[in-house]
């Protein structure tokens, strides 16, 4: 194994059916190595979207703790949540803070998710989540999508 991993997260979510998928796959240079994908209930898109890479940020933990490794996602929410909104949630003591400090502190949808993330990130910092363009060809992120939706249409 190369001590340099490219992983793809993707999620996938039926409104009707209130359920969704996730997958990753984690390749090694062009050769797939690992693949895992399930299916749960949930609120919204972006909940398997980011159910998807603390998935993947799960297994590397595990099975490939010191590698460097690319965790590539198709989901804005998921980069813009790690690289600029982790730190500040977790020094508002996990709620969200408007300007107006009259206004109610808002709870942050997926917040389990969003602290076992953060712990994952945080225990290994040669982990790093990268932006990339979905259903555009890219192999890694294709197999993750198509992952996605069949583990979603297990469960309905």
């Known amino acids: 194994m190369n001590e340099k991993l490219e992983v793809y997260a993707d999620g996938s979510f039926d409104a009707a059916s209130c359920s969704g998928g996730w997958a990753f796959v984690v390749m090694d240079a062009d050769r797939e190595i690992h693949a895992a994908a399930g299916a749960a209930t949930g609120f919204s898109n972006n909940t398997f979207e980011v159910l998807s890479v603390v998935q993947a940020a799960s297994w590397l933990a595990r099975e490939a703790q010191t590698a460097t490794a690319l965790i590539w996602t198709d989901s804005a929410h998921v980069v813009e949540g790690c690289s600029r909104w982790l730190h ?5 003591g996990w709620k969200r803070v408007r300007v107006n400090s009259y206004e109610r502190r808002r709870p942050i949808p997926d917040v389990k998710l969003w602290q076992g993330l953060d712990e ?8 790093k989540i990268q932006l990339c363009k979905g259903h555009s060809g890219i192999n ?5 999508d198509a992952a996605a939706k069949a583990a979603m249409t297990s469960v309905r």
Not at 120 to 127: A, D, E, K, Y
């Open 88 to 92: 500040i949630w977790r020094g508002n």
């Open 120 to 127: 994952l990130l945080g225990r290994n910092s040669l982990v």
């Open 140 to 144: 890694g992120n294709e197999l993750a």
